[in-house]
């Protein structure tokens, strides 16, 4: 079993950073894939950005969602079972509640949230014009 909880939302304005932090429970932690998602008012979770496990033939490989993909960065401290995002030149649309996801299985760094076992709480993200 896997717990994980995140930390490091909050309000700030375009154009803005902010770096959200996901600690992970389990030892583990290296050998899972780890995602964020973000879900806004009356829209569907999307993908945001996914990093493989160390131990997999493509160890670090990150992976983004176009409209992040140069503004947000995903990293992971294995000593410290946790996941970072680190987001850039935030925008009004960046506004939604941030996920972190840790996928057991495929350990592909997908895109789609069903391929991932376990969720934190969420954190919000409000990002003011």
């Known amino acids: 079993q896997v717990q994980l909880v995140e930390s490091g939302g909050g309000l700030v304005q375009a154009g803005g950073s902010l770096r959200l932090s996901c600690a992970a429970s389990g030892r583990t932690f290296s050998s899972y894939a780890m995602g964020w998602f973000r879900q806004a008012p009356g829209k569907e979770r999307e993908f945001v950005a996914a990093i493989v496990p160390v131990i997999s033939w493509s160890a670090g490989s990150t992976y983004y969602a176009d409209s992040v993909k140069g503004r947000f960065t995903i990293s992971r401290d294995i000593a410290k079972n946790t996941v970072y995002l680190q987001m850039n030149s935030l925008k009004p649309e960046d506004t939604a509640v941030y996920y972190c996801?840790?996928?057991?299985?495929?350990?592909?760094?997908?895109?789609?949230?069903?391929?991932?076992?376990?969720w934190g709480q969420g954190t919000q993200v409000t990002v003011s014009s």
């Open positions: 996801a840790a996928d057991q299985f495929t350990s592909r760094g997908s895109p789609r949230p069903y391929e991932y076992d376990y």
